[in-house]
């Protein structure tokens, strides 16, 4: 069955610093692997996802994230954090081949990003 | 842009009381989706939808159903609400056919039971 773990429930990180939110997965076979973000009050967007080819994903609001298969991660990163990055952020995973509910996605428990300024 | 709408934005039912929670999009997705959204635990799948009248449950069903009698709206119901059913619940949609295409969330209804 497929899973994902978001090992942080919190991060912190001054404004202008790099951020990183880690995420883990477990799938039988290559992952489709995507972020998403919630801001307070509202549903999630989309931020970005990674279905194959280059390992490093460019999304929305300068978020990028890298898949790497060996250590089973996909990192979500940003050179430089800002204020209104803080957000609970959502790591999701679904195995490529699969039938029924495990056809959807997978959610990880979220990590709350703050970002001081 | 799509758009997902949750009818009400916050919820308060007594317990036994049978609920309705309402979902419509704008974008003729066929692929609809209920998840409830609890502290530490993430989205967990109630039920979804990929057509018209078709529904198949997801992780968490138990003391839930769906209706998706227009391809537009999505219906979830809590026959009898129970207060450990106290939770933020969210709608999406996703087009078929658009390979690994990203879920549209509607901004959720947070329902408390007392």
């Known amino acids: 069955a497929q899973s994902v773990a978001q090992p942080e429930d919190q991060v912190n990180v001054a404004e202008g610093n790099p951020l990183t939110v880690k995420c883990t997965y477990s799938v039988s076979g290559n992952p489709y692997l995507f972020w998403y973000v919630q801001y307070p009050n509202r549903g999630l967007q989309f931020l970005l996802k990674?279905?194959?080819?280059?390992?490093l994903v460019k999304g929305s609001y300068g978020f990028e994230a890298e898949f790497n298969k060996s250590q089973t991660s996909f990192h979500l990163k940003k050179p430089s954090a800002l204020v209104s990055d803080s957000a609970l952020y959502f790591c999701?995973?679904?195995?490529?081949?699969?039938?029924?509910?495990?056809?959807?996605?997978?959610f990880g428990s979220g990590t709350q990003l703050t970002v001081l300024p | 842009d799509v758009k997902v709408t949750q009818s009400s934005r916050y919820l308060v039912k007594r317990t036994g009381e049978k609920v309705f929670l309402e979902c419509v999009q704008d974008?003729?997705?066929?692929?609809m989706f209920w998840y409830r959204q609890d502290p530490g635990l993430g989205l967990r799948l109630i039920y979804f939808?990929?057509?018209?009248?078709?529904?198949e449950k997801g992780d968490i069903p138990e003391g839930y159903s769906v209706s998706r009698e227009k391809k537009e709206r999505f219906s979830l119901i809590l026959e009898s609400a129970s207060t450990n059913q106290t939770s933020m619940y969210l709608c999406?949609?996703?087009?078929?056919?658009?390979?690994?295409?990203?879920?549209?969330f509607g901004n959720g209804t947070r329902l408390t039971v007392t």
């Open positions: 939808s990929y057509d018209v009248k078709m529904k």
């Open positions: 999701a995973v679904r195995e490529p081949i699969s039938s029924g509910s495990a056809r959807q996605l997978t």
């Open positions: 974008m003729d997705h066929e692929n």
């Open positions: 990674y279905i194959t080819g280059d390992n």
């Open positions: 999406a949609s996703r087009p078929t056919g658009v390979r690994n295409s990203p879920l549209h």
